[in-house]
């Protein structure tokens, strides 16, 4: 079964500060991986995509792949307040496309 | 206007009710998905459907069903709601080309007393 592991946290950061959040899989064919970020309440909005190993960067945020270790996480520069929310990983396989979503990272951002 | 709708927004019913929801789209995408979140458990893959002649059960499809009545729109049906189908419901869309990356739109929160 495939499966995408994050830790659940909470992982709480002082404002300004990096914020880390990683997630593993174990589908060693997966293809496509996507970063999501969830306000308490509302719905997934896409924030990050990375395909190739390596990193990629938009704005504040940097998404890391490494495809031997099957793991891909996503970097937050400069944390505000408004970066509190969950985040979750999603992994789409070969063949299906069905993507695969992690149970999310809960990060809190303090002032 | 949102890309993807849902309605109703919320919605309270009772134990053995009959209740549709319904996702609308204008993104002219191809493939479109029901999840439901549960406080802990993540989304989890509901149906699925990569055109209107196509259907495909997710992980937790007992109990549930849909219809794809256009390329546009994607209904979920509880034929005989539950307490434990109390939860946070998302319809997704996603591209046939591309990256596939999902857009989903605003939950329809469901109680069922």
């Known amino acids: 079964q495939k499966e995408v592991e994050q830790n659940s946290g909470p992982l709480s950061v002082p404002e300004g500060a990096i914020a880390s959040l990683n997630c593993t899989y174990s589908d060693r064919v997966s293809q496509s991986f996507f970063w999501y970020r969830q306000y308490s309440g509302k719905s997934p909005e896409l924030i990050m995509s990375i395909y190739s190993n390596g990193d990629k960067e938009d704005g504040r945020f940097t998404a890391q792949l490494n495809k031997a270790s099957q793991y891909v996480s996503l970097l937050i520069r400069d944390s505000q307040p408004s970066d509190s929310a969950t985040y979750l990983c999603a992994v789409n396989p070969g063949g299906s496309y069905i993507p695969t979503f992690g149970r999310g990272t809960s990060l809190i951002v303090h002032p | 206007d949102a890309d993807v709708t849902q309605t109703p927004r919320n919605r309270i019913t009772k134990t053995g009710k009959r209740i549709m929801l319904e996702c609308s789209q204008t993104k002219g995408h191809d493939r479109m998905y029901w999840y439901r979140q549960d406080p802990g458990l993540g989304l989890r893959l509901i149906y699925y459907?990569?055109?209107?002649?196509?259907?495909n059960k997710g992980e937790i499809s007992d109990g549930y069903s849909v219809s794809r009545q256009a390329q546009a729109k994607f209904s979920l049906s509880l034929e005989s709601a539950i307490p434990n189908q109390t939860a946070l419901y998302f319809c997704?869309?996603?591209?046939?080309?591309?990256?596939?990356?999902?857009?989903f739109g605003p939950g329809t929160r469901l109680t069922v007393l």
């Open positions: 459907s990569f055109d209107v002649k196509d259907i």
């Open positions: 997704a869309t996603s591209d046939f080309q591309g990256a596939r990356e999902q857009f």
